[in-house]
């Protein structure tokens, strides 16, 4: 399964992001997340032991979700995430090296960018999605922007300061979807309350179409 196909689907374009998630916990709040339908679940490599949730996740609901890691800082973090079964790639900042790794190697990537030159050397290392991080400092207007000068076929995700309750002005302005941290999981919410949580984002996402 691909982030294309995925999204052709009809999956909501919203990933997860599980920033302290523990192993231990990781299978029942992607449960919880997968039944909200929330179908891309991203673990933070600077979670605790985010191989072992994202390679538990992976063999749980990777037939139904794309999985993967995120704050991807090096090359040798792609090799472990591709090792662990990931299948996105998730970056906090424009990485020629991680970046042409993750392509080499089959992954969805993710990467992250705040300027038109981090935007276009993402692209050019093989990216055909890019996050705009952080995206609330910026704002929709400078989506826009950003898309006058990008190839039509990049999508833009925003990520930072997103949640319920602005998704549709960060769809309004041009991004593809968004990636949802705090407002969704935080370390020590429980799986009901992470559920709860997803499908009011499905929700608002659903009231957008």
């Not at 090799?79 to 790639?89: D, K, N, V």
């Not at 309750?165 to 302005?173: N, R, V």
């Amino acid at each position: 399964m691909t982030m294309d196909e995925l999204l052709d689907d009809g999956a909501p374009p919203i990933a997860a992001i599980l920033r302290g998630i523990r192993a231990d916990e990781a299978l029942d709040v992607a449960a919880a997340l997968v039944e909200a339908g929330i179908r891309i679940l991203e673990v933070p490599f600077n979670s605790p032991d985010p191989l072992a949730s994202i390679g538990a996740m992976q063999q749980a609901f990777g037939d139904r979700a794309i999985i993967g890691g995120g704050t991807v800082l090096s090359v040798e973090a792609v090799e472990q995430l591709h090792g662990a079964g990931g299948r996105i790639m998730v970056t906090p900042n424009t990485n020629p090296a991680v970046i042409a790794r993750g392509a080499e190697l089959g992954l969805e990537l993710l990467p992250g960018f705040m300027t038109p030159s981090e935007a276009f050397s993402a692209i050019a290392s093989g990216a055909r999605r890019i996050k705009l991080f952080p995206a609330a400092r910026l704002g929709p207007a400078y989506v826009k922007a950003v898309k006058d000068v990008l190839p039509r076929h990049v999508g833009v995700w925003a990520v930072g300061g997103t949640g319920a309750d602005t998704i549709g002005e960060w769809l309004a302005g041009g991004c593809e979807g968004i990636g949802v941290g705090g407002a969704l999981y935080r370390p020590g919410d429980d799986a009901a309350l992470v559920g709860t949580r997803g499908r009011e984002l499905v929700a608002a996402w659903k009231a957008t179409r």
